[in-house]
């Protein structure tokens, strides 16, 4: 289907979509939409901001049985943020008809929850370990569902919710449908998948660029500062609407964030370590916008759907590569434009080689007078350096080899031989100093 007008949908469904303002399915919708309405398993791989949520959210609501009062679908996200903005989604959807929804995370009062089953909601939203206590207790009846969503299953997997999910999962029909969402899917997930999934349908969304097209990369090196000086000296050059500072570590959000405050910087925190009630009122300042700079650990690139970013900065790289393009998609969304800014040091230049593999086109900037400025490109100098480092290694080689007074045949490829050995052994102890320095 091209538009979404060509779709039979339920009349409320078809108003939904149109007050959404959805014209045309996006690539993976439009793959995924007619396999959950023909009730096929599948596994859809997909990078983030491609309009996932929608592909399985659209689907699940055409399918639910408005007479039949009982759970019918249940959708898992390993955070409790992405659990409440997909449910956020789905009743923007099921408005006008007569479905009922229910969201249940970690956090909030378990008991409270309980008591709301005496009627059993058909859409189920929840993280995994929420939805496994509310069955075992036996308040959320889900033997009746034949639809399950695992939602960013990688990470799921990373946060150890699999076994959660297999609890309930294995409570459930024979002929469940089984949909999994993921970025990637790594070969420790196979054995979940194949208990629950046979012969799949796999959707993978192979786009050369899978980060917007009016997204900027530019890259600011160190040079003789810390990442801590160059980060001030690159917010003092922007004046975003909204920019998440990415660490890889809650213990450096921590740092970086306490670094800012006390340099006159007033940033928010988005980690692990929040407890329940922080966590909430952090998000509801920052929706609030009392932040202009968020400093964030890879679950906001995954798990938190925070509107108005307009810059991204990388106070470290990933040490995944591949959440490089998570983090970057948190802006440039919707049409708008993007910045992501990349700080570094010379060690991380091979990462930053293995980033630009990924179709990252970076310009190399540096900052004067609280502006970024255009810099060379960064080979150049390392090419530059590499060649004069050559030259005093060649010097060094000839001073030490001298033509044999008495000149014999082959003797020029005795010298250049001993010449060549000369310049490992320097090279050698160059490289030795520099790791004994760092």
Same mark, same amino acid.
């Given at each position: /289907?091209?538009? =979404?007008?060509?779709?039979?949908?339920?009349?409320?469904?078809?108003?939904?979509?149109?007050?959404?303002?959805?014209?045309?399915?996006?690539?993976?919708?439009?793959?995924?939409?007619?396999?959950?309405?023909?009730?096929?398993?599948?596994?859809?791989?997909?990078?983030?901001?491609?309009?996932?949520?929608? @592909?399985?959210?659209?689907?699940?609501?055409?399918?639910?049985?408005?007479?039949?009062?009982?759970?019918?679908?249940?959708?898992?996200?390993?955070?409790?943020?992405?659990?409440?903005?997909?449910?956020?989604?789905?009743?923007?959807?099921?408005?006008?008809?007569?479905?009922?929804?229910?969201?249940?995370?970690?956090?909030?009062?378990?008991?409270?929850?309980?008591?709301?089953?005496?009627?059993?909601?058909?859409?189920?939203?929840?993280?995994?370990?929420?939805?496994? %206590?509310?069955?075992?207790?036996?308040?959320?009846?889900?033997?009746?569902?034949?639809?399950?969503?695992? %939602?960013?299953?990688?990470?799921?997997?990373?946060?150890?919710?699999?076994?959660?999910?297999?609890?309930?999962?294995?409570?459930?029909?024979?002929?469940?449908?089984?949909?999994?969402?993921?970025?990637?899917?790594?070969?420790?997930?196979?054995?979940?998948?194949?208990?629950? /999934?046979?012969?799949?349908?796999?959707?993978?969304?192979?786009?050369?660029?899978?980060?917007?097209?009016?997204?900027?990369?530019?890259?600011?090196?160190?040079?003789?500062? @810390?990442?801590?000086?160059?980060?001030?000296?690159?917010?003092?050059?922007?004046?975003? =609407?909204?920019?998440?500072?990415?660490?890889?570590?809650?213990?450096?959000?921590?740092?970086?964030?306490?670094?800012?405050?006390?340099?006159?910087?007033?940033?928010?925190?988005?980690?692990?370590?929040?407890?329940?009630?922080?966590?909430?009122?952090?998000?509801?300042?920052?929706?609030?916008?009392?932040?202009?700079?968020?400093?964030?650990?890879?679950?906001?690139?995954?798990?938190?759907?925070?509107?108005?970013?307009?810059?991204?900065?990388?106070?470290?790289?990933?040490?995944?590569?591949?959440?490089?393009?998570?983090?970057?998609?948190?802006?440039?969304?919707?049409?708008?434009?993007?910045?992501?800014?990349?700080?570094?040091?010379?060690?991380?230049? %091979?990462?930053?080689?293995?980033?630009?593999?990924?179709?990252?086109?970076?310009? /190399?900037?540096?900052?004067?007078?609280?502006?970024?400025?255009?810099?060379?490109?960064?080979?150049?100098?390392?090419?530059?350096?590499?060649?004069?480092?050559?030259?005093?290694?060649?010097?060094?080689?000839?001073?030490?080899?001298?033509?044999?007074?008495?000149?014999?045949?082959?003797?020029?490829?005795?010298?250049?031989?001993?010449?060549?050995?000369?310049?490992?052994?320097?090279?050698?102890?160059?490289?030795?100093?520099?790791?004994?320095?760092?």
């Amino acid at each position: /289907m091209s538009k =979404y007008t060509d779709y039979n949908f339920q009349p409320f469904l078809r108003e939904a979509i149109e007050k959404l303002g959805f014209k045309e399915p996006t690539r993976i919708q439009k793959e995924i939409i007619p396999l959950i309405l023909k009730g096929k398993s599948a596994i859809g791989q997909s990078h983030t901001g491609t309009g996932k949520t929608h @592909s399985f959210l659209i689907p699940i609501v055409e399918r639910i049985r408005q007479d039949k009062k009982e759970v019918q679908a249940v959708i898992t996200a390993p955070t409790r943020e992405l659990a409440q903005q997909i449910y956020t989604e789905l009743n923007k959807l099921v408005e006008g008809s007569d479905i009922q929804t229910k969201v249940f995370i970690g956090g909030t009062d378990k008991q409270r929850q309980i008591d709301k089953l005496k009627t059993q909601p058909q859409i189920i939203v929840g993280t995994p370990g929420r939805i496994r %206590d509310l069955v075992n207790e036996k308040a959320l009846l889900v033997h009746t569902a034949q639809m399950l969503v695992i %939602d960013e299953a990688d990470l799921a997997f990373d946060l150890g919710f699999i076994e959660d999910i297999d609890q309930f999962a294995s409570q459930m029909g024979e002929e469940l449908e089984m949909f999994v969402f993921s970025a990637t899917v790594p070969e420790s997930l196979q054995p979940f998948l194949r208990k629950y /999934m046979s012969s799949p349908v796999h959707v993978e969304m192979n786009d050369k660029r899978p980060v917007a097209e009016n997204l900027d990369f530019f890259l600011v090196p160190t040079r003789s500062q @810390s990442k801590n000086e160059k980060l001030l000296e690159v917010i003092k050059s922007i004046n975003p =609407y909204l920019s998440i500072i990415f660490v890889n570590t809650r213990k450096q959000a921590d740092y970086v964030a306490d670094f800012l405050s006390n340099n006159g910087v007033r940033a928010g925190r988005v980690h692990g370590d929040l407890s329940p009630r922080d966590r909430k009122k952090m998000m509801k300042q920052i929706r609030d916008l009392e932040f202009q700079y968020i400093v964030a650990t890879d679950l906001a690139a995954r798990g938190i759907d925070i509107p108005g970013i307009s810059h991204v900065i990388n106070y470290e790289l990933p040490q995944d590569l591949e959440f490089f393009i998570h983090r970057v998609g948190r802006t440039a969304r919707a049409g708008n434009k993007g910045l992501a800014i990349t700080i570094f040091e010379p060690s991380e230049e %091979d990462a930053i080689a293995r980033v630009e593999k990924m179709d990252i086109k970076f310009a /190399m900037k540096d900052i004067k007078n609280n502006e970024l400025v255009d810099m060379k490109e960064r080979h150049t100098r390392s090419k530059r350096d590499h060649g004069r480092k050559e030259d005093d290694i060649d010097r060094i080689a000839k001073s030490k080899v001298r033509k044999p007074k008495k000149v014999k045949p082959g003797y020029k490829r005795n010298m250049r031989w001993e010449m060549d050995e000369i310049k490992k052994k320097e090279r050698r102890k160059r490289s030795k100093a520099r790791a004994k320095n760092k």
